[in-house]
């Protein structure tokens, strides 16, 4: 909603600030969170290439096409699904189930040996890894004092797991 310049002088807050306004500062949380999903994702791209291979695919290059396309897009719909979301972040059970959600799909990507499971298992992986991105940026940009730094970490984090993840999928 558009503030005007007197409420705006004023220091009032909109209905969304108020609402994240009442909350505490999780960035921290959302760094975890944000830091085990890239770690996740960029480990995923290491491991499931020769995977794939093993399940029936043509080669190396089409399971990383397939799985990235198929994570990717269910990663952005949910994001995208979530936009509007203000609290939900703040329980524990959404984020315990998002958690469950994680671990369980990373389980099937090892056991999976069918093209049909693993495709839905990558949709399982898109739904965590995106209410977890979604997690990581929600929590960095609620508190708009510290907005500035807490993006910035999550850069930073993001950064150092995209290097980590490889190496620590290919132990």
Not at 49 to 60: E, K, M, S, T, Y
Not at 70 to 92: C, D, H
Not at 130 to 141: K, R, T
Request: glycine share 10%.
């Amino acid at each position: 909603p558009v503030v005007s310049t007197a409420d705006a002088a004023s220091g009032a807050l909109s209905a969304a600030d108020a609402i994240v306004s009442k909350f505490p500062d999780y960035a921290w949380v959302g760094w975890i969170v944000g830091g085990i999903v890239s770690l996740a994702v960029n480990q995923l791209r290491s491991m499931l290439q020769g995977h794939g291979v093993g399940i029936g695919l043509v080669n190396a290059k089409e399971t990383m096409a397939l799985t990235l396309m198929t994570v990717s897009l269910v990663q952005g719909l949910t994001a995208l699904f979530l936009v509007k979301s203000r609290v939900w972040m703040y329980k524990l059970l959404p984020l315990v189930l998002i958690a469950l959600t994680g671990a369980v799909s990373m389980a099937f990507f090892c056991f999976v040996r069918t093209l049909p499971g693993f495709l839905i298992t990558a949709v399982i992986y898109g739904i965590y890894s995106g209410c977890g991105y979604f997690i990581f940026v929600f929590y960095a940009l609620a508190n708009r004092e510290k907005a500035g730094r807490n993006a910035a970490v999550n850069e930073i984090s993001v950064s150092i797991v995209s290097i980590a993840g490889p190496m620590l999928g290919g132990l």
